[in-house]
């Protein structure tokens, strides 16, 4: 006899894996003609090219050096008056 439980169990499942037929030629294929016979609009090379040429910005390396330094001087000074007051 089965004791009831407050905690409900998952009842067995099975996986089910259909495999897939995958042709890598064929997709080589589609890539260069999707790449060269594809749309060349202007706004397609626009956005394109936008992209591509985004500034980086260092700013957020640079704050987070500044945030490190300021962290670490401040325990410091904690460890500082702690030890010498």
């Not at 397609?44 to 910005?57: I, Q, V």
């Amino acid at each position: 006899m089965k004791l009831p439980s407050f905690i409900p169990l998952n009842s067995y499942s099975r996986f089910k894996f259909s495999p897939r037929y995958y042709d890598e030629r064929r997709e080589r294929r589609e890539q260069l003609e999707e790449k060269y016979h594809g749309e060349h609009s202007t706004e397609a090379t626009h956005d394109r090219l936008k992209g591509s040429f985004k500034k980086t910005t260092k700013t957020k390396g640079s704050t987070t050096n500044i945030r490190l330094i300021a962290i670490i001087s401040g325990l410091s000074f904690i460890a500082w008056y702690l030890l010498f007051r």
